[in-house]
């Protein structure tokens, strides 16, 4: 379904709404759908490098916009659906607690280096939302370290996105779809 879901993107992309399609994705999945981020942006950028900047800024958007979704979500839907649902996977209420003291003590430096690194910033946020980390705080984490990660991706796809798909292994077809 997520294939589906990323195909059809690509092609509402490829009919002129590279833009959207991009901000689209990053919005639903820096908010409830799983996936890596980056799927649409990057081979956009990798096959029209001088409107890189320009997508950036479309993925950037999205990306803020699903992570404040996210952060919503766990403030407001944590107890009644989150807490059940962790129980149920179990996640006992120490280490519950336990990641609520760590949000407590350092939940503006736990979001920015989810927005920066491999670590889940969806979970983050949804975190950050649940145990209370003030939205100013929250905010200027996601807005910052989401502006740095799309600055360093879109420098890095503008100069050596070329360079970087050549080195891809590439199936028969040649292709990467």
Known sequence: M??????????WAESGWAGAATATWELLQSSVVP??????FAPLAVADPPR?????????????????????????????????LLTALGVGDARVAASEAAFGRHGLLLVFVSTVSP??????????????????????????GRAIRFAVLTL??????????KRLPLPPSGRLD
């Open 119 to 144: 670590l889940s910033t969806k979970l983050t946020c949804v975190a950050a939302g649940a145990f209370g980390l003030p939205f100013a705080q929250f905010f200027l984490a996601l807005f910052i």
């Open 35 to 40: 996936g890596p981020s980056g799927v649409v």
């Open 156 to 165: 890095l796809l503008r100069y050596a996105g070329e360079r970087l798909v």
């Open 2 to 11: 997520m294939s589906r879901l990323v195909a059809a993107l690509h092609r």
């Open 52 to 84: 890189t900047t320009r997508l950036a800024v479309w993925a950037f958007a999205g990306a803020v916009a699903g992570g404040c979704i996210a952060y919503l979500i766990g403030a407001h839907a944590f107890d009644t659906v989150g807490r059940p």
